[in-house]
C-alpha cells in the first residue's frame, strides 16, 4: 500500500480558494432558466388549437435577461483559468479538472448568448453531446441505440401485467411522503421536498431541495423512482460535495458532469428495479425526439410525434417544448435529454470495467460529488492523498462492492455472446 502523501497547507489553501472562486463564479448562472419558455407562449399556441408554430424568435430571448453580463463572466472564467496555471501549475491534475471546469462556464456563457440561433444548438451539441455520436469506434450511435430500446419497450408496453398503476397522489402528498424519505436518509441537514409551479418536468433537484410539479399526479412507484433518482444520485452527490473541504467545485456541476449525474441516476433506478418499461420508453422518446430534429423536424413534427404515442395535448406541448427551449421552433435541438442514455452507457461501462480491471473500489468514487467519468482516476488518487475526502453518503448498492462486484463480474462474457444466436437458438423454448 503507498505511503499517503501530506500535502503543504498553502497547497491546499490555494486549490480552495481557486475552487471557491469557480462555485462563486458559476452562482447566477441558471440554464434552465435563461432558456425556458414561459406560459404565454403555452397559452398562444393552445389558443391556436396546436395548430400554429409557438411565437418563440430570437427576439423573445434577448427581452428575457441572464441576470450578468456575459462578457463580464467570461473573462472572470478567463482570469480564474489563468490563476490555475499561475497558482498550481500548468500540468497539476486538479489545474487541468479545474481549468476544464473554467472553459466549459465559458461555453456555457456563450451558449446563452446565442439563445434562438443554430450556435445556441451547436454549442448544446457540443456539452451534452449529439445523437449520432458513439461510445467507441464502430459503436451504434445514440440515435441507433434509442431505436433498439425503442422497439423492445414497445412489445413489453403490450402487456396488460406490466401496465403501470393510476396516478393517484397529488404533488402535496408526494411531498409529505418525500420530505418523510429524505429526513430518514438526512437528518438535519435541511434538505427538502417543495412544490413549484415553474419547471416543466414533474420533478427536478436543486441545490438543497427536489420540486415537484403543482398539478402533477405521481403513484408510488414513481415517488420510488424520485427517491433513487433524484434523492439519493442527486442530492446525495450534492451533500457529498459540499462536505469536500478544499474540492468544494465538486459541489456543483458544469454540464459535463450532468451526463455522469443523469446517468447514474438512472442506473441506480434499474439497480434497485424501481425503473419500468413506461419510464424508459419516456427516455428513449427524448432520444428519439431530438434524433428527428438534428434531421430536420420542427415543433410542430415533434409534437405530432408525441402524440402518436398516445398522449395527451398538455403533456406533448411539454415534451416538445424541453427539445427545442433556447432554441427556436424550427431550428436546431437543446440535447441535454440524451444525457439519461448517454450517461447510463459510460456510467455502467466504467462500473464494468473497473470490476474487470480488479478496482472495483473506485466505483463509490462516483459519488465523491458532480463527478465526471474522465477524472475517475485522478479523484482515486486526490482521496488517497486527502485532498478529496470519499464519499459520506452511499446508497446501499454501492456500499456493498462484494454484491456489485459479482453482478458486474459477468458483464463482459455476457456481452460477448452472440445475441441473434441466442434468439435462434432459445426459439423454440420461447
Known amino acids: 500500500m503507498s505511503k499517503?502523501?501530506?500535502?503543504?497547507?498553502?497547497?491546499?489553501?490555494?486549490?480552495?480558494?481557486?475552487?471557491?472562486?469557480?462555485?462563486?463564479?458559476?452562482?447566477?448562472?441558471?440554464?434552465?432558466?435563461?432558456?425556458?419558455?414561459?406560459?404565454?407562449?403555452?397559452?398562444e399556441f393552445f389558443h391556436g388549437h396546436c395548430k400554429k408554430m409557438p411565437n418563440v424568435t430570437t427576439g423573445y430571448y434577448h427581452s428575457r435577461p441572464l441576470g450578468f453580463d456575459p462578457e463580464e463572466k467570461k473573462h472572470e472564467f478567463y482570469q480564474i483559468e489563468r490563476d490555475l496555471v499561475r497558482k498550481l501549475g500548468q500540468l497539476n491534475p486538479l489545474s487541468v479538472i479545474m481549468r476544464r471546469i473554467c472553459r466549459e462556464y465559458q461555453d456555457v456563457v456563450c451558449m446563452l448568448?446565442?439563445?434562438?440561433?443554430?450556435?445556441?444548438?451547436?454549442?448544446?451539441?457540443?456539452?451534452?453531446?449529439?445523437?449520432?455520436?458513439?461510445?467507441?469506434?464502430?459503436?451504434?450511435?445514440?440515435?441507433?441505440?434509442?431505436s433498439m430500446m425503442e422497439e423492445t419497450l414497445a412489445q413489453l408496453l403490450q402487456l396488460d401485467f406490466l401496465s403501470e398503476e393510476a396516478k393517484t397522489i397529488n404533488a402535496t402528498d408526494a411531498v409529505a411522503i418525500l420530505n418523510e424519505k429524505i429526513e430518514a436518509l438526512f437528518p438535519g441537514e435541511g434538505l427538502r421536498a417543495m412544490l413549484s409551479d415553474g419547471i416543466l418536468a414533474d420533478a427536478a433537484a436543486g441545490t438543497d431541495y427536489i420540486k415537484l410539479r403543482a398539478d402533477a399526479m405521481f403513484n408510488m412507484r414513481d415517488l420510488r423512482v424520485l427517491e433513487v433518482h433524484e434523492i439519493w444520485v442527486h442530492l446525495g452527490t450534492t451533500l457529498n460535495g459540499l462536505a469536500q473541504p478544499y474540492c468544494t467545485f465538486l459541489g456543483k456541476g458544469p454540464p459535463s458532469a450532468t451526463i455522469t449525474q443523469e446517468g447514474l441516476a438512472v442506473l441506480m433506478e434499474i439497480l434497485t428495479f424501481s425503473s419500468t418499461p413506461n419510464r424508459l420508453m419516456r427516455l428513449i422518446n427524448r432520444v428519439r425526439a431530438i434524433t428527428l430534429v438534428e434531421e430536420g423536424a420542427d415543433f410542430m413534427d415533434?409534437?405530432?410525434?408525441?402524440?402518436?404515442?398516445?398522449?395527451?395535448?398538455?403533456?406533448?406541448?411539454?415534451?416538445?417544448?424541453?427539445?427545442?427551449?433556447?432554441?427556436?421552433?424550427?431550428?436546431?435541438?437543446?440535447?441535454?435529454?440524451?444525457?439519461?442514455?448517454?450517461?447510463?452507457?459510460?456510467?455502467?461501462?466504467?462500473?464494468?470495467?473497473?470490476v474487470s480491471k480488479g478496482k472495483p473500489e473506485r466505483i463509490p468514487l462516483l459519488f465523491c460529488g458532480k463527478t465526471m467519468i474522465e477524472d475517475m482516476k485522478v479523484l482515486s488518487d486526490l482521496v488517497e492523498e486527502g485532498t478529496v475526502i470519499a464519499p459520506l453518503f452511499l446508497p446501499p448498492q454501492f456500499k456493498d462492492l462484494m454484491g456489485l462486484s459479482s453482478w458486474l463480474s459477468f458483464s463482459r462474457f455476457m456481452s460477448s455472446l452472440n445475441f441473434r444466436q441466442l434468439e435462434q437458438d432459445y426459439s423454440n423454448i420461447l
Open 4 to 43: 499517503k502523501i501530506v500535502k503543504p497547507s498553502t497547497y491546499l489553501t490555494e486549490v480552495k480558494t481557486l475552487s471557491d472562486r469557480i462555485v462563486k463564479a458559476q452562482q447566477p448562472i441558471r440554464i434552465l432558466d435563461a432558456i425556458k419558455w414561459d406560459d404565454v407562449i403555452k397559452q
Open 113 to 146: 448568448e446565442a439563445r434562438g440561433t443554430p450556435t445556441f444548438s451547436n454549442i448544446s451539441q457540443e456539452l451534452y453531446g449529439s445523437s449520432q455520436d458513439v461510445f467507441h469506434v464502430g459503436d451504434p450511435t445514440i440515435a441507433s441505440l434509442g
Open 302 to 354: 415533434i409534437f405530432d410525434f408525441f402524440r402518436e404515442k398516445g398522449l395527451d395535448d398538455e403533456e406533448n406541448y411539454t415534451l416538445s417544448s424541453r427539445v427545442f427551449r433556447g432554441s427556436s421552433p424550427n431550428g436546431l435541438p437543446f440535447t441535454k435529454d440524451l444525457t439519461y442514455i448517454k450517461g447510463f452507457v459510460l456510467t455502467y461501462n466504467f462500473m464494468r470495467l473497473a
